[in-house]
């Protein structure tokens, strides 16, 4: 069963293609050189570099998969949530290829596609719990069987990337801020300055707009001491903040619904603390997966490997 998969929901153009849930190609056109320019993505950029891209990237994923447009069964794509402009190319390209070649279409969710691109490499064992950090959400989700998701908790403002980035911004930093203050937060002290953890409350909910305010004033403070800021410690200031309000809320949840499995996913699972955090987990006798750095973030593989779920669940009813 050969799927191809195509994801356009922000600042990625990908596509790829599954042979019965195998990936054969990933490929992935990042916009982000252009976004950075203007400090975040730039809806209407998006969506028109989508339309100039899709086309290569189509004929890329064929050709690294190694097979025909004939050999395709399914067409997969990201139908919900996302830039409308951009998920309407993507939405258009399914529909065109679908009806083309005489195939069923599967619109999917971007967040489900997300958590199963933990499945690619590894089969999930339920209960399962997942915790999902990207520039638009943070949820802690709870499954019971394949497709089920219930959601525990989310955040009650900012998501944890969309933190790092305006953070980021606010230290001068690059778009996308996440990776950068990730690199800076290697080498700094993560002690030196102080930041409150933020939402520590019995509930599974989050709050990282309270800790980009308290980042915000750390900041005015130490320039109005006209102290010179030690941008690595700060970083690793923040990240730790970020890292512990995560896995606190996380082990609150491993011992009240001991899971077989906890998977980390989304943009922000490729931050190397957080991997390291949460591989640690382990700890507590529950089976720890982080997906391969391309299934992180948006891509076409995670996609394609929801909609084979998606067939599979479907045949079996
Ligand atoms: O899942 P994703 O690619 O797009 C959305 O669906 O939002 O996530 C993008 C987010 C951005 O906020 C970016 O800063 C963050 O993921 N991100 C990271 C890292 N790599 C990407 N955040 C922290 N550390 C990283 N290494
Ligand atoms: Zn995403």
Sequence with gaps: MVILAIETSCDETSIAVLADGKVLSNVISSQIAEHTKFGGVVPELASRLHLKNLSYVLSQALHNAKIAITDINYIAYTATPGLIGALHIGKV??????????????????LSGHIYGAAIDQQFEFPLLALLVSGGHTQLILMTRHLKFE?????????????????????????????????????????????????????????????????ANLLTKIRNRGEELAINDFCATFQKVCVDTLMQKLTMAIKEYQPKMVVLAGGVSANQSLRKAFLGLESLGVKAVVPKLEYCTDNGAMIGRLGYQEILNNNNK
């Excluded at 065109?96 to 999917?108: F, N, V, W």
């Excluded at 030196?192 to 909910?205: A, G, T, V």
């Design 93 to 110: 390209a399914a529909e065109t290829l679908s009806t083309y070649l005489e195939i069923p279409l599967l619109p999917l969710n971007h």
């Design 151 to 215: 959601i525990l908790g989310s955040t009650l403002d900012d998501a944890v990337g969309e933190c790092y980035d305006k953070v980021a911004r606010m230290l001068g930093l690059s778009y996308p801020g996440g990776p950068v203050i990730d690199q800076l937060a290697q080498t700094g002290n993560p002690d030196r300055y102080q930041l409150p953890l933020p939402l520590n409350d019995k509930s599974y909910n989050f709050s990282f707009s309270g800790l980009k305010s308290a980042a």
